[in-house]
């Protein structure tokens, strides 16, 4: 399904990323993973969209999206301080689904008022077609806390479930996942 170009054209994905937070990656592969993962999210959204990165290494974000500075105060800080330069319908996505595809990030849009859980509980995507329902809920067990907060839906996005914590992670989402990061494991197999 493809959206409507109006909608396309209202639709802005904004990326929390830091390059730091991969810290159960192996040290030799950690600033590399969420770099090719952070491009493979972001080559995804810019087909839907306006694309807004939150960072603290602009040097490291792709071309074709806007760049605005991580407050440094944790993920809900930083998504907030994206979600600042947003009119009309946002989603959030964070930099490591390395499986985001624009159908998927696509479908999220169409969901309306809704998110993509984690395995853990956790928050992996949110569709908001007004920014202003963000509440600063991220951390453990934060899906039930949106849920409960607005009433956010529950969408069963396998693209944007599966998310990279660990080496096991990347190696066992690499097949599926975007090209940088399967270029990326290649490599270091």
């Given at each position: 399904?493809?959206?409507?170009?109006?909608?396309?054209?209202?639709?802005?994905?904004?990326?929390?990323?830091?390059?730091?937070?991969?810290?159960?990656?192996?040290?030799?592969l950690r600033a590399?993973?969420?770099?090719?993962?952070?491009?493979?999210?972001?080559?995804?959204?810019?087909?839907?969209?306006?694309?807004?990165?939150?960072?603290?290494?602009?040097?490291?974000?792709?071309?074709?999206?806007?760049?605005?500075?991580?407050?440094?105060?944790?993920?809900?800080?930083?998504?907030?301080a994206g979600l600042?330069?947003?009119?009309?319908?946002?989603?959030?996505?964070?930099?490591?689904?390395?499986?985001?595809?624009?159908?998927?990030?696509?479908?999220?849009?169409?969901?309306?008022?809704?998110?993509?859980?984690?395995?853990?509980?956790?928050?992996?995507?949110?569709?908001?077609?007004?920014?202003?329902?963000?509440?600063?809920?991220?951390?453990?067990?934060?899906?039930?806390?949106?849920?409960?907060?607005?009433?956010?839906?529950?969408?069963?996005?396998?693209?944007?479930?599966?998310?990279?914590?660990?080496?096991?992670?990347?190696?066992?989402?690499?097949?599926?996942?975007?090209?940088?990061?399967?270029?990326?494991?290649?490599?270091?197999?």
């Open positions: 399904m493809r959206l409507a170009p109006t909608l396309a054209r209202v639709l802005t994905t904004v990326i929390p990323y830091r390059g730091d937070a991969k810290r159960r990656l192996p040290s030799e590399a993973a969420a770099v090719a993962m952070l491009g493979d999210v972001v080559a995804a959204a810019l087909a839907v969209g306006r694309v807004v990165v939150v960072t603290d290494d602009s040097v490291v974000v792709p071309p074709g999206v806007e760049v605005v500075a991580d407050p440094g105060e944790g993920l809900s800080a930083a998504v907030a600042e330069r947003v009119e009309g319908h946002a989603l959030v996505v964070n930099a490591d689904v390395p499986c985001a595809t624009t159908v998927a990030l696509e479908r999220l849009a169409a969901a309306g008022l809704a998110l993509v859980e984690a395995a853990d509980g956790t928050t992996n995507a949110l569709s908001l077609p007004d920014p202003s329902l963000f509440a600063p809920l991220y951390g453990p067990g934060s899906a039930a806390r949106f849920r409960a907060h607005a009433g956010f839906a529950t969408v069963a996005i396998p693209e944007l479930e599966a998310d990279v914590d660990t080496g096991e992670d990347l190696e066992r989402l690499a097949p599926r996942g975007g090209p940088r990061t399967r270029a990326l494991v290649a490599v270091h197999a």
